[in-house]
C-alpha cells in the first residue's frame, strides 16, 4: 500500500520533478553519471508515486494529517481495532523501550515542526 503524503510541498512539484527535486536529480546524475538507469528509475518511480491519490499537509496542523492518514490506513486494511492488536502483539513493548533509550516523553505536534514520526505510533496505538 502506497499512500503518498505531500509535506510542505505542492503535490504537483513532486510530479513535474521541479524545483528541489529537479536540482536533486541533476546533481546525483552529475555523481551517478555510470548509474543514469538507477537515477531514471528512481524519476519515474517518484513521478508514479506523485500521481497517486495522497494527502497533503497545506494549511492544516500535522496532528489533523495523522488523523486522516491513520483513519485512511485503517480503511484500507479493513482491520478491526481487536484483530489488528492481534497483529502487533510485541510491538508496543519494543515501542516503549525506543521512547525510554530516546528520552522521548510526550511528543507534541505544532504546525511548522517535524514531529510526525514520533507521535504517529502512539496515536495509532490510542485509536485502538
Known amino acids: ?3 503518498p503524503i505531500f509535506y510542505d510541498v505542492e503535490p504537483y512539484v513532486p510530479r513535474h520533478q ?3 527535486f529537479q536540482e536533486a ?3 546525483h ?3 551517478s553519471k555510470e548509474n543514469k538507469e538507477e537515477v531514471q528509475m ?3 518511480t517518484l ?3 506523485a500521481n497517486l491519490s495522497g494527502f497533503h499537509l497545506k494549511d492544516r496542523y500535522e496532528s489533523e494529517l495523522i488523523e486522516d492518514v491513520v ?3 485503517r480503511r484500507k486494511l479493513s482491520v478491526s481495532g481487536s484483530r489488528l492488536k492481534k497483529l502487533l502483539v510485541g510491538v508496543s513493548s519494543c515501542l516503549e523501550q525506543l521512547w525510554m533509550q530516546a528520552e522521548i516523553r510526550r511528543p507534541r505536534v505544532q504546525r511548522g515542526q517535524s514531529t510526525i514520526a514520533p507521535t504517529l505510533i502512539p496515536f495509532f ?3 485502538l
Open 18 to 20: 521541479i524545483g528541489d
Open 1 to 3: 500500500m502506497i499512500i
Open 25 to 27: 536529480f541533476a546533481k
Open 47 to 49: 513521478k508514479e508515486a
Open 29 to 31: 546524475e552529475e555523481t
Open 125 to 127: 496505538f490510542k485509536l
Open 71 to 73: 483513519k485512511e490506513v
Open 42 to 44: 528512481w524519476r519515474n
